[in-house]
């Protein structure tokens, strides 16, 4: 596809390995090139957003698929009185389940036991570091006692300049960065080096104007993760 001379564009997401390749091939051969790699993408939250869709919103995105996915949210930046969910969001966490993924389970293991010992890694740096909320590391899963499992994992009071925050972790774990304002927000995921994809939750157009106008990621979402 980066070289045949039919083929005009390329665009691809994905891990970043893959995507510096397609990007220099497809572009030493003249075509144009959309390349979006890395999976911490940064969801804020403001106070005005609606509560109840909002929550439903983050959690799915970010445990769905045992966020092993280039789109999940790994970050949620909670801005003012919004941090006031946050005790709701982890009591609404703890009720997904966690299976071999045949039975419907909200969660299902990880790929293999070496991601699920990084996951487990950067879980830890969280609890040195942070406020862990909820913890999904010691999973046990009956039938499958050597099944890569990671539950359902909130940590809080997230920063950047930590592994946990720093590093993808591509797995159920939820990162809780607060911030006062939303250009502060708006300033740290622009700030990071991961800019797949973002989303804000808000009732004012103003504020999802703003957002749209000066986040620079690959894909944004307005009330939409």
Request: glycine share 10%; hydrophobic share 40%.
């Amino acid at each position: 596809m980066c070289t045949h001379p039919d083929i005009k564009g390329v665009s691809f997401v994905g891990a970043n390995e893959a995507g510096e390749y397609i990007y220099r091939t497809a572009s030493q051969t003249g075509k144009r090139a959309q390349v979006n790699m890395g999976a911490k993408n940064h969801a804020i939250i403001m106070p005005d957003a609606d509560k109840e869709d909002t929550i439903n919103a983050i959690i799915g995105a970010c445990f769905g698929s045992t966020g092993q996915r280039c789109m999940a949210i790994a970050v949620v930046v909670m801005v003012g009185d919004a941090a006031k969910w946050i005790p709701e969001i982890v009591e609404r966490t703890k009720t997904l389940t966690v299976g071999a993924g045949k039975d419907n389970a909200d969660i299902a293991p990880l790929n293999n036991a070496e991601h699920k010992a990084k996951v487990e890694r950067l879980i830890a740096d969280g609890e040195k570091n942070c406020t862990l909320l909820l913890d999904g590391r010691g999973v046990k899963v009956p039938g499958y006692p050597k099944g890569n499992f990671v539950g359902a994992t909130i940590i809080d009071n997230v920063r950047p300049g930590l592994d946990c925050y720093e590093q993808e972790i591509f797995g159920p774990v939820m990162q809780i960065v607060r911030a006062d304002t939303l250009q502060s927000a708006i300033d740290l995921i622009n700030n990071n080096t991961w800019g797949n994809g973002t989303a804000i939750f808000t009732s004012n157009g103003h504020t999802a104007r703003k957002f749209q106008t000066e986040i620079q990621a690959g894909q944004v979402g307005i009330n939409l993760p």
